[in-house]
Nanobody, 125 residues
Framework: QVQLVESGGGLVQAGDSLRLSCAAS????????MGWFRQAPGKEREFVAA????????LYADSVKGRFTISRDNAKKTVDLQMDSLKPEDTAVYYC??????????????????WGQGTQVTVSS
């Protein structure tokens, strides 16, 4: 079964940290870029971070740059998102996704073909 499963979400206070993890199974992982997106209530889904196939190249949205760190472990087929200095505006459902074709990190939603079910992150002020 082809799937991505996110975990690690929760309710935290502003300034706290959370680490999200995404586990892949049944799909090509090690030779594809991976990404994290998020969708806040009433808003469209937006890009957060992406990583290339071997972790050497990463991309971040301006809103999270310097606070979030994406990483991957190809042996375990996981991609993580370390979120520090969380703000209330980071509240959203967070999704991991796999790049449809290629090893590079991508920022556009339509370049991803497999998505997880999402994990809720809520940051209180």
């Amino acid at each position: 079964q082809v799937q991505l499963v996110e975990s690690g979400g929760g309710l935290v206070q502003a300034g706290d940290s959370l680490r999200l993890s995404c586990a892949a199974s049944g799909l090509t992982f090690t030779t594809r870029g991976m990404g994290w997106f998020r969708q806040a209530p009433g808003k469209e889904r937006e890009f957060v971070a992406a990583i290339n196939w071997n972790g050497a190249s990463t991309l971040y949205a301006d809103s999270v740059k310097g606070r979030f760190t994406i990483s991957r472990d190809n042996a375990k087929k996981t991609v993580d998102l370390q979120m520090d200095s969380l703000k209330p505006e980071d509240t959203a459902v967070y999704y991991c996704a796999r790049v449809r074709s290629g090893v590079t990190a991508r920022t556009e939603e339509n370049e991803y073909d497999v998505w997880g079910q999402g994990t809720q992150v809520t940051v209180s002020s």
